[in-house]
């Protein structure tokens, strides 16, 4: 039985492919079968895999950056920010398994202007909350750019040795690199 698919359901489930397993996991023909419909309920709503590529990206800046942010904002002085922020990132890092391969694949998937639209919204938010702490706006783009490739580098480490090095996955990760952001 083929089941009536609307574009969110195709969407959501190509965000979770992605989360789990990257981008290139993101195919047609097995969404559909998981989803229990037909690729041409794929193509009623999509004129392309680069449209539903462009859709799961949409979905990941709102979900692993403006949400973060949102949470950080409602968090009040700037140092409580940043804590916050570190927090719900470090919080959420289990389930981005995706986003350790997008920096990779980011240019045979065709998404490097998303990658980088969002790189700069996750540094500049840092960079800001260090210039509302009194850091110059060089040095607090700096430390920006060094917080976003912790995070990163972080995933890299949990993917690349199937989470076994147990200090990848210690709680206080977070507040390291918070102490890290704010050392003088």
Request: aromatic share 8%; no cysteine; net charge negative.
């Given at each position: 039985?083929?089941?009536?698919?609307?574009?969110?359901?195709?969407?959501?489930?190509?965000?979770?492919?992605?989360?789990?397993?990257?981008?290139?996991?993101?195919?047609?023909?097995?969404?559909?079968?998981?989803?229990?419909?037909?690729?041409?309920?794929?193509?009623?709503?999509?004129?392309?895999?680069?449209?539903?590529?462009?859709?799961?990206?949409?979905?990941?800046?709102?979900?692993?950056?403006?949400?973060?942010?949102?949470?950080?904002?409602?968090?009040?002085?700037?140092a409580e920010r940043l804590a916050a922020l570190f927090q719900a990132v470090a919080s959420r890092a289990r389930g981005r398994q995706g986003e350790a391969t997008l920096y990779v694949e980011a240019v045979e998937e065709?998404?490097?202007?998303?990658?980088?639209?969002?790189?700069?919204?996750r540094i500049d938010y840092i960079a800001g909350l260090l210039v509302e702490l009194g850091l110059d706006p060089q040095e607090a783009q700096r430390r920006g750019v060094v917080c976003l490739a912790m995070v990163l580098g972080l995933q890299q480490l949990g993917t690349g040795t199937s989470g076994s090095l147990t200090a990848v996955r210690d709680p206080e990760l977070a507040r390291t690199a918070l102490a890290m952001a704010l050392a003088v």
């Open positions: 039985m083929v089941m009536a698919t609307g574009r969110d359901e195709w969407v959501e489930a190509a965000y979770e492919r992605f989360a789990e397993h990257g981008l290139a996991a993101v195919r047609v023909e097995p969404l559909a079968a998981a989803l229990g419909t037909t690729k041409g309920s794929f193509y009623w709503h999509f004129s392309s895999r680069a449209e539903l590529i462009a859709a799961v990206m949409e979905r990941w800046e709102e979900r692993e950056t403006l949400q973060a942010i949102d949470v950080a904002e409602a968090s009040g002085p700037p065709g998404v490097m202007a998303a990658v980088e639209r969002v790189s700069q919204r």
